[in-house]
């Protein structure tokens, strides 16, 4: 996947995941805040790893604020941000 | 005739009246806070203690220790009834070495990050309202000096907590410290000539009053009325709890009960209230934590008395002044386990909530799902104890923290005292309950078990890293009859 | 939640809207900024419960009426203004806040850049004020380094005055211009002047502040209840900014400032000054001003003089680039 610009989705309520992507020129970096930091911040990295490595996107920074989220709203957010920034 | 009879030795006994001068000046017990403080002596080795009826507002306990560390005091015991976000910074009294022993109730935020990080040598000793009450009273725990911070006292010491500028309600807490207490200082921004009627705290109890500018934070206190959730989940297990109480026939002339002062515990106060209300039944007597809603129970006709051991809203504060069957009590007629006649025993339901449930129906509230010390013990173990049926309500999952697990991370609540669970994904009875179980499935109240709720949990949060935890152990919960039922360990 | 609550997103040209907010925030104790572009508010049965507001990328007047705290209303407004100015090209967002508010404000994104007693200055990107230090210059800062941080606005032989003294007396000079555009000549130009009339400098670096060089304007205004506390913060935040990061960061010992007879926020900012540089080994070096006739050379006169068409006054006042630019821009001609 081509990223042309950065772009954002998601909210900060409770149980949701905000998440910016910004295609950069250097190697790809992810920041991650998150309310379960110590339980869950290794699967919350592994998990946008992967659908990075899917969608096979690189040089990228990815920068998220998590609040509780699931996986698959981790994933929904950060595919529609992928998307948004490949427009 | 004995020497008793002799009237020259009684007269030598007794002494002859001298005279009396009316106008001469009655002894005043009226200072300020920091000749009191000097004047008590306050060293090292002691314990003082205060009440946590001000909540987030409380300004006391600040100022004693402020006024304390100044002085370059080391090593006493602080014996608050519970510590709250008004007491956060407090790990300064730690380092400085002033505080060198807790025990409370409840610890939380940063004080409670600090504590689960190893800053106190000695461990926190968690008690509930009951177990604090019976170490007091045992004399297991010495109370030197008792700070009462209360809303309004007149000069002698008769004081309460429910006029004045900013009212906290129920002194409940307090009242057990200002019986045994070494010495009792009444503290407040209202103190009058004026004797104060009705009073919480009797005078004969108080050796020092002090005016203070100001004895709370009015908005942080409380506020004016507990709203009930409008969170769906929360309803639905609301709802869920009254139908399966309901089931369980406890709904009938002069039940009594106590829920929890939030979320589900007391929004099924709302659905109670219905049935209440279709089936024509006035409760005995509803006890806790009161809040508005009870109150307007209370006012309707459906119960006839409050047992208030702590306000939690203005409208509750307003009714402890004004409604002369909303009496207040303490805290050990409230939950000893050692006073006989404690009112938990005489419950015929209560409603509880939990930080995390497990397998065996083990409760914790005190700390998080990492760990750390959040929490309070407050009337949980002793109220699920005293009840005939106990029935926790929680979320299966809030967030990404399931409440539901295998075990739970520190026990306060033992599972054999905890009867039912009602989740938003179903409800388990705890297998020692086949009595609970038989009625409800009679009444065709649908049951999952606990496993299965464990499991949905699991499966929808994943497993969790591992906590890891360092060597100290930095708390001890003790049940409330003294026994220790867990270890809280240091969390690096 | 979202059957009970709606929401109001509210533009400068809102007279009406506004003012209720402004209402609202005086209700919790703080004051509505004016100078904000956009306001978002959650509002219950036609009361404000929450709001926020924001003027470019900084972000204001945040509050919760007491009654709907710990309902996660915050988490709905930040998120909603993030995603509005984003669309409006402000991907990156900062504030200023009472201090103990730091862990509410982190939990929302938020990165601390410096902390003082009372103030926090955050930013919601992790980066940013690490590349903006790593940008300040390609030079190894070496020997010793002094600095100014000036408006310019334009520069002035009174100005020039001061950076050739401390050009003389360091091996290093960087010159922090100010970027804030409150002021009467636009940055682009202040600097070109300021790089024309500083050329013969070998050793001067010229600046761009940007965001971490804080002047009084962008401090907010609600902060103001008490004047002096509040100037105390502001000044206190900046200052810990430049002596902590900015100047650790470009190895600067010293620090020049002309003295200030004229604006009392001036004056009363370089007395703080003198009490944090030395905290922070900076040597704190006042000069005073260069006098032409008596009086302060001053780009506030300049710009009066200017006003009043009188360039003969000027071109003894100013160095000729800023000279030029005064003459073109009120449409005359020059004598060379």
Request: net charge neutral; charged share 25%.
């Amino acid at each position: 996947m081509k990223l042309n610009k950065r772009a954002i989705a998601g909210t900060m309520t409770s149980s949701d995941v905000m998440i910016e992507v910004i295609p950069w020129g250097k190697t790809s970096e992810i920041n991650i805040k998150s309310d379960v930091e110590k339980q869950y911040g290794d699967q919350i990295l592994d998990l946008i790893n992967s659908i990075l490595r899917e969608n096979d996107v690189d040089n990228v920074c990815i920068n998220v604020v998590d609040k509780g989220a699931l996986d698959f709203t981790i994933s929904a957010r950060l595919k529609t941000a992928l998307f948004r920034a490949a427009k | 005739m004995e020497d008793r009879y002799d009237i020259n030795e009684l007269l030598k006994e007794k002494g002859t009246f001298t005279g009396i001068d009316k106008s001469k000046r009655k002894k005043n017990k009226v200072r300020s806070l920091k000749y009191v403080i000097d004047a008590l002596d306050i060293k090292d080795g002691m314990t003082i203690s205060f009440h946590h009826h001000f909540r987030n507002g409380d300004l006391l306990a600040d100022m004693v220790l402020e006024l304390l560390d100044k002085k370059g005091t080391k090593n006493i015991t602080i014996f608050p009834s519970s510590l709250t976000t008004a007491h956060d910074h407090f790990g300064q009294y730690i380092q400085s070495g002033l505080i060198s022993r807790i025990c409370t109730s409840g610890i939380r935020d940063r004080l409670g990050e600090d504590i689960s990080s190893g800053m106190l040598d000695t461990p926190v000793i968690i008690r509930s309202h009951g177990g604090r009450a019976r170490a007091i009273e045992s004399g297991e725990e010495k109370i030197d000096v008792a700070f009462i911070a209360v809303a309004h006292s007149d000069v002698n010491g008769n004081a309460n907590g429910f006029e004045g500028v900013s009212p906290c309600g129920s002194l409940g807490y307090s009242m057990v410290d200002m019986k045994h207490a070494d010495k009792v200082v009444v503290v407040s921004d209202l103190i009058t000539e004026e004797i104060t009627i009705p009073f919480s705290v009797p005078s004969y109890n108080v050796d020092y009053v002090v005016k203070v500018e100001k004895i709370g934070i009015k908005e942080k206190i409380m506020s004016g009325a507990t709203r009930l959730t409008t969170n769906p989940k929360e309803l639905l297990i609301a709802k869920r709890t009254a139908d399966i109480i309901e089931a369980l026939e406890i709904i009938k002339e002069n039940f009594t009960f106590q829920t929890g002062t939030g979320g589900s515990s007391l929004a099924v106060t709302r659905f109670m209230r219905d049935k209440m209300i279709e089936k024509k039944i006035v409760a005995d007597f509803a006890l806790g934590g009161i809040t508005g809603h009870i109150v307007r129970l209370h006012e309707e006709g459906l119960v006839r008395k409050l047992l208030d051991v702590q306000c939690f809203d203005l409208d509750a504060v307003f009714s402890l002044k004004n409604n002369i069957r909303h009496f207040e009590i303490d805290a050990s007629f409230y939950a000893n386990p050692e006073n006989p006649g404690c009112v938990v025993n005489k419950l015929d339901v209560v409603v509880l909530s939990a930080l995390e449930i497990d397998r065996n129906f083990d409760v914790n509230v005190m700390t998080g799902s990492d760990g750390i010390l959040r929490g309070a013990s407050g009337g949980h173990c002793d109220t699920a104890a005293g009840s005939k049926i106990c029935i926790v309500t929680s979320p299966l999952v809030r967030g990404r923290i399931a409440t539901v697990k295998d075990k739970v991370l520190n026990i306060v609540t033992p599972g054999s005292t905890v009867d039912i669970l009602v989740t938003d994904h179903g409800t388990a009875v705890n297998p020692l309950r086949k009595d609970i179980m038989a009625l409800l499935k009679e009444k065709k109240i649908p049951i999952v078990s606990i496993d299965t709720l464990v499991e949905m949990a699991e499966k929808i949060v994943k497993k969790p890293n591992p906590i890891v935890y360092g060597d100290k152990v930095v708390g001890v919960i003790e049940y409330r009859d003294g026994s220790i039922i867990d270890l809280v360990k240091q969390v690096i | 939640m979202f059957y009970e609550y709606t929401k109001e997103y509210i533009l400068k040209n809102d007279e009406i809207k506004r003012h209720k907010s402004a209402l609202f925030l005086k209700t919790i104790d703080i004051e509505f900024d004016t100078n904000v572009d956009v306001t978002i508010n959650i509002v219950k049965n036609n009361q404000i419960a929450a709001t926020i507001s924001a003027e470019k990328n900084l972000i204001k007047c945040i509050g919760v009426a007491p009654d709907f705290r710990s309902e996660g209303l915050m988490n709905i407004l930040f998120s909603d203004l993030i995603s509005y100015q984003y669309s409006k090209g402000f991907y990156n967002l900062a504030l200023f806040t009472k201090a103990e508010y730091e862990t509410i404000i982190a939990s929302l994104g938020f990165y601390t850049i410096c902390k003082t007693k009372n103030i926090v200055f955050m930013e919601n990107h992790k980066n940013k004020f690490r590349d903006y230090l790593q940008n300040l210059t390609q030079s190894d800062c070496k020997g010793k380094v002094a600095s100014i941080v000036m408006n310019l606005n334009p520069i002035t032989n009174g100005h020039l005055y001061l950076i050739e003294k401390a050009s003389s007396e360091n091996d290093v000079l960087f010159v922090f211009i100010v970027s804030e555009d409150r002021s009467v000549v636009p940055f682009d130009i202040r600097y070109q002047l300021a790089e024309a009339s500083t050329r013969h400098l070998k050793n001067v670096i010229l600046v761009k502040g940007g965001e971490y060089i804080i002047s009084s304007t962008t401090f907010p205004s609600y902060f103001k209840k008490d004047y002096n506390s509040w100037i105390r913060n502001y000044c206190e935040l900046d200052l810990t900014i430049f002596s902590k990061h900015i100047a650790k960061k470009l190895n600067i010992s010293k620090r020049y400032v002309g003295t200030e007879p004229y604006c009392k926020v001036t004056n009363y900012y370089n007395k703080v000054m003198s009490e944090i540089l030395p905290k922070y080994n900076i040597e704190y070096i006042e000069v005073s001003r260069l006098l032409s006739e008596d009086d302060a050379i001053s780009a506030s006169r300049v710009r009066k003089l200017a006003d009043e068409g009188d360039f003969k006054a000027i071109k003894s006042l100013v160095p000729e680039a800023t000279y030029k630019y005064l003459i073109s821009i009120n449409g005359g001609s020059y004598e060379t």
